[in-house]
Structure formats: C-alpha cells, structure tokens
C-alpha cells in the first residue's frame, strides 16, 4: 500500500507490505490486528519477517484464551525473545476480540474515551522547498492544522527546506521537522543552530540515543524522541536524562496495544506528551491508533496520523473518519473495523 513516493531522511519507498493477522474463536467471534514495517531498512523489521513470526508463535498459542491478554503476553516473551513487531498484531487482534466480547470499544477498556474526534498531523515528503511549500498548503486546504516535514538528506538543503515550510506556517499551525535518524551528530547540531529562531519541533534527529542527547545539549528547541524510544527503560533514562520534550509512540515497536499502553500511562504519570502512531498500516492499524490515543488524557496527545489515508488500497471497512485535521475513535465494538479478504 502507498500514494506514490513516500520519502524520508535518505530514504523513499512507493509501497509497504501490511500483514492482517485474525483470531476465531470457538465462540465464534473474530478479532483482526496488522503489522506494516516502513520497509526492511527503517528499524529492525521487515514484512517477511513478522509473518514468519506470527507462524512460529501460532504453534504454541492456539488453544491458548485470547482474553488473557497479559498472560498471552508473557508467553509470547518466553516463545520469542525481542522481535516486538511480530507480536503486535496479535496482541491487537486480542484487544479487538475482548472488545467484542464485552460489547465495549477498545478505546474504553484502554482507560476510557477522552474524545471522539483525535487531532491528526499530515506529512510533508521530502522535496524540493518549493513542492514541500505546496504540499503544506495542499494538506492545510484538507482541513489539517499540524504537519511534520521530512528533512535528514543534506543539512544544507534540509536547512533551506525548514526555512521556507516555516516562511508559510500560520501562527495556529505546528509544524515539526523529522530527521529519521538521517543526520550525523555534528550536522545535527549544524542545522539547529542555524534554524534557531524558527517556530518547530526537531524529532529524532540522529540515529543513535546518545548522538540525539548530545544535540539536545546544543539546542532550546523542543525534541522528539522516535525511533530510539523502544523500550520502558529508555523512557526513564530520557526523563532522567532531559533528553527529549515528546516522544514518538508506536504500537508495534513497542509489542502492541498492551505494551503501548503501558508506556502510555507512564509518560503520563512522568508528564510526556506523546504523538502515538504505529510504523506504517492499513484501516486496521490506525483504528489501533485512534482507539490508543482516544484514551489518552488530552493534554498529553500532541498528534497522530491517519495512515489509511495515504493508502491506495483499502484493507478494511470502517476504518476511521478523517475530517477537518481529526479522526474519528468508533464506539463500536472492539477496533470497529472489519477486513476486506479479497484484497491483493
């Protein structure tokens, strides 16, 4: 699935590789979770790869209650060390099943609804100034109020680009610049303190945790952790450390909707505010991320997006609503979406 070249720091992908996963039940119901990695090179996943785990697991979980959702995932840790990213899919197909089960939204068991309507950025790909200029008014005319432009190529068009995105952003509008892991530390820091005095947030500007706390050392502008942000305990040394403002939180990086909660509520408790994604997915898996972030405090949800949206294809119905900058959270039960099986 994708909408033409979908380009970021070094890299540019036409499509991703989304995997559906579905539990049935003996009692009849069915619950539906996705896995999509952005492509092999991204983080430590790739398409291939989640669905050979899934079938490893699947070997020792069948049979196994799909409501148990933290028993099922402490087993999943013990059959497979690491490797969160194939075990998303089936802790979100879980979360959807006991939704059904109970009649209840996933949103409500997460902790409750905080709002309908979860407020969404649009991405600007990495181009030209000029075409990038274009796309952030493009996304604003579709209602959209919040965009993170993707930089981390060359520091020195990188800095132009900043430059003239941040020359056509409103005053209302919010706009972060997101490097992927592409500069190198020095460049990093290049690059910041030459767009010191512009109006946006820098996330994951370098690969490593420790490069991005040397740079956050060098700057006042607000950072946002992401793709070094994959575990509970590099949350608390990032805290301990003032090493970001906001983090980046994606449900399949950290396991699933049971992982990603647990981080959820603890950036709440140490006072974070969270964008909450996932790496990449259809309907399915951004029904995951309306539900997750639907229930989370709203001062403490910066932004999501609406994959399903730069998709050419649709996986599911009922997928969330996308209007005026918002996405809908379903009140039906469980994900509230229901897969297309004849979709190739």
């Known amino acids: 699935m994708g909408e033409g070249a979908y380009a970021w720091g070094t890299q540019s992908f036409a499509a991703f590789d989304s995997t559906v996963l579905v539990i049935d ?8 979770g996705e896995i999509c990695p952005l492509g092999p090179s991204y983080l430590p996943t790739y398409a291939e790869g989640a669905r050979t785990g899934i079938e490893l697991l ?11 959702i933290d028993v099922l995932n402490h087993k999943m840790d013990a059959l497979m060390k690491g490797h969160p990213y194939v075990k998303s899919a089936i802790d979100m197909a879980c979360w959807d099943l006991l939704g059904k089960a109970t009649g209840l939204p996933v949103c409500e068991l997460l902790g409750g609804r905080f709002t309908d309507q979860v ?17 952030l008014k493009d996304h604003r005319a579709d209602g959209f109020m919040q965009f993170q432009m993707k930089v981390g190529e060359h520091p020195d068009v990188d800095i132009e680009r900043m430059r003239a995105v941040c020359g ?5 509008e919010v706009l972060a610049a997101d490097a992927n892991t592409g500069w190198k530390q020095h460049e990093a820091i290049r690059v910041m303190q ?8 820098i996330e994951q500007p370098c690969l490593s945790y420790e490069e991005c706390l040397v740079v956050r050392q060098h700057t006042m502008q607000p950072i946002i952790l992401d793709e070094c942000m994959d575990s509970l305990r590099t949350l608390l040394r990032g ?4 090493a970001m403002d906001l983090i980046n939180l994606k449900i399949s990086r950290a396991g699933g909707l049971t992982r990603a909660r647990q ?14 994604e996932d790496t990449w997915g259809g309907e399915i ?20 997006s609406p994959f399903h949206t730069y998709a050419t294809i649709s996986i599911a119905d009922g997928g969330p609503v996308v209007k005026d900058g918002h996405m809908s959270v379903s009140t039906a039960p469980g994900l509230g979406v229901e897969p297309i099986f004849d979709v190739r």
């Open 263 to 276: 981080i959820r509520d603890l950036c709440v408790s140490l006072g974070i505010v969270m964008t909450i």
């Open 25 to 32: 039940t003996d009692e009849g119901l069915s619950g539906v």
């Open 285 to 304: 898996a951004t029904a995951a991320i309306a539900h997750l972030a639907g229930s989370t405090p709203t001062g403490f949800h910066f932004q999501s």
């Open 168 to 172: 056509e952003l409103r005053d209302d």
């Open 119 to 135: 407020r969404l950025f649009r991405v600007i790909s990495r181009d030209t100034p000029d075409n990038m200029v274009a796309k």
């Open 58 to 68: 699947a070997r020792d979980l069948i049979g196994e209650d799909p409501l148990a």
């Open 194 to 201: 030459s767009t010191a005095d512009l109006p946006l947030y």
């Open 239 to 242: 805290v301990a450390d003032g």
